[in-house]
C-alpha cells in the first residue's frame, strides 16, 4: 500500500561512535518468528541445547557520507518513515527492542563489499532527498536464552551457520561502529595453523577467528593440498 504521509515521531537516531563517517541504527521488531529464527532454534536442538525463548529484530545500519551534515529534524523523520512498516510504524525504533546488555548474537553483512539491498535502499533515500545516505546494510539480532547457557563465541562456533550465508555474511562480535575494514584488514603478522597435528578441527577454528568463511568444501580442499604437500613417495629400487 502507498504511504500517505512521513511519521511525525521527531526521535533522532541512534549514533554509533563516529570513525570516518556516521553511522546511524535504526531496529525494527517482528511478531512472528522468522525463517532464521527458526532454523537457529532446530540447529542448537540438534545439538542437545534446549531453548528457554528466542527474541529477534532486524538492525538497518545507515552510513552517512564522510562530509555530510548531521541529518535534520525532517531528514530524521523522513528516513525513519522509509525503513518503518506501513501498517505497524511503531514496530521500528531508533533504541534496540532488546534488553540492554544482554548477549545477542548478530549476522549480516560483510563489510567489505556493499550488498544489492544497500543499493537500492541508497537509491530510494536519494529520490526523498537523503543524499546523504551512501550505504544502508540489513542485520538480523537474536536473543537467545539457552539451557546450559552459551556465550557468542559458542553460538558463533556452529549454530549461527543456521542463520547466515559464510560465503557472503558473517558474525559481528560487537555491534557495528563503521562499514571501514581498513582496520581489521590491517597486517597483524604471520600465524601458523597447526593442520599437521590438529587437522580439521584446526582450520574450521581458524575459520571463525579469521572470519574467513569457509565451508566444507573449502576445508577439505585444504586438507588434501597439505596431504599433497607433505606426502614422500616411495622409494623404488
Known amino acids: 500500500a502507498k504511504k500517505s504521509s512521513p511519521a511525525t515521531r521527531t526521535m533522532g537516531p541512534t549514533r554509533s561512535k563516529r570513525t570516518r563517517s556516521t553511522l546511524l541504527k535504526y531496529y ?14 532446530k540447529s542448537l536442538e540438534e545439538a542437545s541445547v534446549t531453548v ?18 548531521a541529518l535534520s529534524k525532517a531528514d530524521c523523520n523522513r528516513l525513519l518513515w522509509l525503513l518503518a512498516e506501513t ?3 511503531e514496530k521500528t525504533s531508533t533504541t534496540s527492542f532488546l534488553p540492554m546488555g544482554a548477549t545477542v548474537l548478530e549476522v549480516g553483512p560483510r563489510l567489505s563489499f556493499a550488498t544489492a539491498f544497500s543499493s537500492n535502499a541508497v537509491s530510494i533515500c536519494a529520490a526523498c ?15 537467545v536464552d539457552t539451557s546450559p547457557k552459551l556465550s557468542i563465541a559458542q553460538l558463533s562456533a556452529n549454530p549461527a551457520k543456521a542463520v547466515h550465508d559464510p560465503m557472503t555474511e558473517c558474525v559481528y562480535t560487537e ?15 604471520v600465524r601458523t595453523i597447526a593442520v599437521c597435528s590438529e587437522g580439521r578441527a584446526a582450520l574450521e577454528r581458524a575459520s571463525i577467528e579469521m572470519d574467513l ?14 596431504h599433497h604437500l607433505h606426502y614422500t613417495p616411495p622409494l623404488l629400487f
Request: net charge negative; hydrophobic share 40%; aromatic share 6%.
Open 28 to 41: 525494527r521488531t517482528e511478531d512472528a518468528p522468522s525463517k532464521g529464527a527458526a532454523e537457529l532454534t
Open 52 to 69: 528457554k525463548s528466542l527474541r529477534e529484530e532486524v538492525c538497518f545500519n545507515v552510513q552517512l557520507a564522510d562530509d555530510a551534515p
Open 87 to 89: 501498517f505497524e510504524p
Open 129 to 143: 532527498g537523503l543524499s546523504q545516505v551512501v550505504r544502508v546494510e540489513c542485520s538480523r539480532r537474536f536473543l
Open 175 to 189: 555491534p557495528l561502529a563503521s562499514f571501514d575494514t581498513s582496520s581489521a584488514t590491517a597486517a597483524t603478522g
Open 213 to 226: 568463511g569457509f565451508d566444507e568444501a573449502d576445508v577439505s580442499a585444504a586438507l588434501q593440498r597439505e
